[in-house]
């Protein structure tokens, strides 16, 4: 497996397992029945935003996206979202993608990483995010409408690079 940017070649791979990620409503905060014109435009950043995928050969195994997440003063914390296609989960490739963007936040010289919306059932993530170095800074208590749980509460996630 390795990673590289994206190109728009990618989204033909991406698409499909973005819109069931979405769909079954139980991590992302996007609207469950997004367009997929709309999640184009929100997934595949433009400078000073970066997307990414990891690949294997010429399947795309998941994707990244990252850059500033606030502006102006602010604008030294990065923020970045991940997706994993569920058939190749397991693998370690959050992981792999996760590793990746911080360092590469750190190469483009963020100071640190903040993921704003971080679905507190989504146990996987959470665990994965806290090994590699964030931490739960706040919860806000039903953030979060699940698609099977009812409200539950949304992380925000911190690390300094």
Known sequence: M?????????????????????AAGDTYTWDRDVTQGRARELWMATPPGRTVVAVDGD???????????HM???AHIAGASFMVSPEHGGRGIGRALGEHVLEQA??????AMQFNAVVETNTRAVALWRSLGF????TMPEGFEHATKGFVGLHIMYRKL
Do not use: C, H, Y
């Not at 390795?2 to 979405?22: G, H, K, M, N």
């Not at 931490?135 to 706040?138: D, W």
């Open 72 to 74: 102006g003063p602010a």
């Open 2 to 22: 390795r990673i590289r940017e994206a190109t728009s070649e990618d989204w033909a791979q991406i698409w499909p397992f973005l819109r069931e990620i979405v």
């Open 135 to 138: 931490e739960v800074m706040a």
């Open 106 to 111: 750190r190469a483009d010289g963020f100071r």
């Open 59 to 69: 399947t795309v195994l998941g994707t990244a996206k990252m850059g500033p997440n």
